[in-house]
């Protein structure tokens, strides 16, 4: 069950990162970190960094991005929200089902992503452990 989302939207992020030059990916990276905390602050987000979270990421454009360049687009989001204090860090430890990628069809020029994320309040069940067999 999901006690409560944080929803914050963005410029449209770009999705060929693999092939810029590093220094070039790092400032890029940085300036995702920037925007991510500014809409955080501007928009609010959680009183302290969330321990178990689900993101859904919505990216709205006029085409259509593979599924592995979309995934590599949101990666200095995510790591922007860890930066920025919304949740303690993005390992499979805090983000407890994988990410929801999605796909929106917008206008050229009009792109934009969408950000959620949800905070786990109860605990998936644990299941016994048995040491022995009768």
């Not at 302290?48 to 689900?54: A, D, E």
Request: hydrophobic share 40%; glycine share 6%.
């Amino acid at each position: 069950m999901w006690e409560k989302t944080y929803t914050w939207g963005m410029p449209l992020p770009m999705t060929q990162q693999d092939v810029m030059q590093w220094r070039v990916r790092s400032a890029y990276r940085k300036r995702w970190h920037k925007r991510v905390r500014e809409n955080v602050l501007l928009y609010g987000g959680p009183p302290k960094p969330l321990q178990r979270v689900k993101l859904s990421l919505v990216r709205r454009s006029s085409r259509e991005p593979d599924a592995l360049n979309a995934m590599a687009a949101f990666k200095p989001i995510i790591d922007g929200l860890v930066l920025a204090g919304v949740m303690v860090e993005d390992d499979p430890k805090v983000v407890v089902e994988t990410p929801s990628y999605r796909w929106e069809r917008a206008s050229r020029g009009a792109g934009s992503v969408s950000v959620t994320v949800g905070e786990l309040v109860e605990q998936y069940p644990v299941l016994p452990t048995f040491v022995g067999c009768p």
